[in-house]
């Protein structure tokens, strides 16, 4: 291992196939059969699955990010969460239970079973790979982050070398542990959509809820350099396509409302963290000899790769791929017009053509940057 790199990948449900898409044309710019070259692996919600599967293959990159490609290509919703008629009734039955307490509190309420996820994660992963990645130093560490229902503390769970360390901090925190299933299930727990999810004797659920900082697990981890896959539009393009909203006739629709609590969780702040962190190198260089020792810990290289289109007009044109019983809910939260409910679905569509639009745009992008992808992988 000779670099301290950090990839961090955040969440969004079936948006993170775009990550794939990126991973997958770096996977053409490394030699064949290197390994991975992000010693450090930081994954949130569907990120984490990403990351977990990087990291069970971590001595051979081109070889993960081709079975990470082809699982994300054979995806489908009933892989994911339960789509059937009855069951997704039940789900929805015991939601509108709870709010009146009717409930077993036993049971987590959500509007969807995640238990086809459960099922394909236990099928796809040997978790033990991911310590003998370690042992063989061809991984530093990966943390995986969730939110405790118990504390409200995004909590990331980190299995690594013997030397790291938790941490303790402002509603956030990091534990040692050895990764399993549980841990990828409470991270990508979205809030009502999936069941939380229980480890030990504590609820989780998605890790994106109150996760200041995407960057912040990699920076305890003593990353140098950041690496970074998001899943929003990319705040360059949005600010200079930015059109006047058209007055709205109708007061907004279940799905809508919907949509935008997701994007709240969602939505990226990961351009934020990098504009500060490097407002914060600027300073630094400003700084006497002395005094720059204080701050070695900080990464000095950043890049980040975000999708070039909106995947909420992407999600539009896929939404008759759903299964019929989501299209169905979706719609009579939406109304009539199907692009009030884009947003919302395009967390959902865990299906073929809609995934394969994404990895093509995530290799795309990744393609076009592909000379500072290069000087960042192997310039010093």
């Known amino acids: 291992m000779t670099n301290n790199n950090a990839l961090v990948l955040s969440g969004g449900g079936a948006r993170a196939a775009y990550q794939v898409g990126v991973l997958s044309a770096m996977g053409k710019m490394v030699p064949k059969h290197s390994p991975l070259p992000f010693p450090i692996l930081c994954g949130t919600s569907a990120g984490a699955l990403n990351a977990t599967m990087l990291a069970t293959y971590a001595d051979d990159f081109s070889k993960a990010v081709s079975t990470l490609a ?20 039940s789900s929805m039955t015991k939601t509108l239970m709870a709010l009146f307490h009717l409930h077993n509190r036993d049971n ?13 994660l236990t099928n796809r992963l040997d978790f033990s790979h991911i310590q ?6 061809h991984l530093k560490a990966l943390a995986i982050t969730a939110m405790s229902y118990s504390t409200g503390e995004s909590t990331t769970f980190v299995q690594g070398q013997s030397q790291l360390a938790g941490w303790q901090g402002n509603r956030r925190k990091g534990v040692i542990t050895n990764m399993g299933v549980d841990h990828l299930l409470a991270s990508s727990a979205i809030p009502v959509i999936f069941p939380a999810h229980k480890i030990q004797q504590h609820y989780y659920g998605d890790g994106a809820i109150r996760q200041k900082s995407a960057i912040y697990p990699a920076l305890k981890l003593g990353a140098k350099k950041l690496f970074i896959i998001g899943v929003s539009g990319n705040s360059q393009v949005a600010s200079s ?51 720059k020792a204080q701050y ?8 980040i790769v975000s999708p070039s289109q909106e995947l909420n007009d992407i999600a539009h044109h ?16 939406g109304g009539s017009a199907s692009d009030k409910v884009s947003s919302a679905a395009s967390y959902l569509l ?17 393609m076009k940057e592909k000379e500072r992808i290069h000087h960042f992988l192997f310039e010093k």
Request: aromatic share 6%; charged share 20%; proline share 8%.
């Open 70 to 89: 082809f699982v994300w290509r054979q995806l489908t919703p009933d892989q994911i969460y339960t789509v059937g008629r009855w069951p997704m009734a």
């Open 108 to 120: 987590p309420i959500a509007l969807m079973e995640n238990t086809p996820l459960k099922d394909l």
């Open 132 to 137: 003998t990645a370690i042992d063989k130093q």
């Open 241 to 291: 396509t930015l059109v006047e909203p058209s007055d709205e006739l109708s007061a907004p629709s279940m799905a809508q409302i919907l949509g935008q609590l997701l994007n709240s969780a969602f939505i990226d702040n990961l351009e934020d963290d990098i504009r500060q962190l490097d407002i914060m190198n600027r300073l630094i260089q400003d700084l006497p000899e002395n005094k």
């Open 296 to 303: 070695s810990h900080l990464p000095t290289d950043t890049l």
């Open 318 to 333: 896929y939404l008759d791929t759903l299964p019929k019983n989501i299209r169905v809910v979706l719609k009579a939260a």
């Open 350 to 366: 865990f299906t073929p053509p809609y995934c394969k639009a994404l990895m093509t745009l995530g290799y795309q992008d990744a």
